[in-house]
């Protein structure tokens, strides 16, 4: 093992704990032999055998006996380094590294493949809930249409106790963290490049087309006010931090960005850490994959499942594994010619005419609003806060909308803008 956190805690823990189980499920133990951590002295959630830990990772990338790595410390490098070298000296790894995987992963599940090895990487996205074997196997009969979900524990958790207990966002943010759900650095989690290296992967194997992060359009929960939870509530809607990917005619349209999700829908249901992934197959219909999406024991899970899967390869001498490599076919496109409806919460001046010069401006970028409310921000101040639902529009004609909003005196600022995810 590379990293004996909150994962790899896990991870090591079930190993000693069930270690029989896993022996008979293999065929031969699964052992830990060696565990690399950056610091030998600090205190462990598991008990490792005397001689087991290590502060030298050669110690487990050296070790002619070791047959699987399991490389669970994060981020781009030197996970990237070790998993290349324990591929170069003829170990399978496992990995819960959605970052790297996201980024380099068809290279280097190229480069093990062309040596006879495999990466499985089931604990990189959604956590306990299986979603890499039923995207590489199960659905595969199917053309993808869209993938949409929930996928990132810690903002789910965030968006979660702000909307339903009032907590505040670094209140919640230290609980997430507490709990173990957050990355290292959580800005991962609340600027949604967690989500966007979980979409790059599952579209990837989804579209059977290379999706990487950069290709995702990306917004964060960072921007959130306690007032959109409450106007939301209102118009019937609550708020989630929405990983989507659709099949157009044109190509394969991806983001990450908060939405309203109809109070009514599954996807609004899905509260603190659970995760949902809906995937809709043109043979399936619309599966729903739901289930805890971060944490110590429902990512180690995903791990050994993975680990037991190589482990039983490897005690069969068997190298018949089905490789997969993405084709290049469909591409992937902005979202100028996407369509939402929006919700939109405007500072704007309190008085005769602001509505009409609004809605006028709306109406000549082809923008038509569904609804409408208006709150005085301060009495006698002569301000107010709008806040306009419009029916689907094309994100452009929308964009622009906003730019000659913007411009407008009646208009102080934009303060809001989502999409709602339907
Ligand atoms: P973590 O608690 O921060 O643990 C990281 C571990 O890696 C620590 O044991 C650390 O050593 C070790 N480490 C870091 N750099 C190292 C280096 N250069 N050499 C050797 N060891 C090193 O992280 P985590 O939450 O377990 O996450 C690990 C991976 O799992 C990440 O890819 C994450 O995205 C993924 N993941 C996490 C969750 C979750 O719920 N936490 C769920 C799914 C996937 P020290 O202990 O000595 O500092
Ligand atoms: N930080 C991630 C999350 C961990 O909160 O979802 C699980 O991948």
Known sequence: MIGV???GGGVAAALLRRHDYFAKQVGVPLTVRRAAVRDIKKPRSVTLPEGVLTDNVDDVLDDPEIDIVVEVIGGEEPAGAFIKRAIASGKHVVTANKELIAKHGTELLADAHGRGLDIMFEASVGGGIPLIAPLRRD???NEVQSIVAIINGTSNYMLTRMAQEGAGYHEALKEAQDLGYAEADPSSDVEGYDAAYKLAIMATLGFQTRVTPDLVYRAGITTLDPRDFAYADELGYVIKLIASAHRTPDGIITRVTPALVPQAAPLAKVDGVYNAVQVEGDLTGTVM??????????TTSAVIADLIDLAHSVATGSR??????????????????HEDRYYLRLHVRDAPGVLAKIAHVLGDHDVSIAAVMQRETTAGEGTAELVIMTHTTRRNAYDDALQTLRELDVVFEIQQSLPVEE
């Open 320 to 337: 018949e594994r089905k490789y997969w490599q993405p084709g290049q076919g469909v591409p992937v496109v902005g979202l100028d010619n």
């Open 289 to 298: 994959f739901h289930g805890a999406g971060a944490g110590a024991d429902p």
């Open 139 to 141: 659905l595969l009969a």
């Open 5 to 7: 956190g909150t994962v």
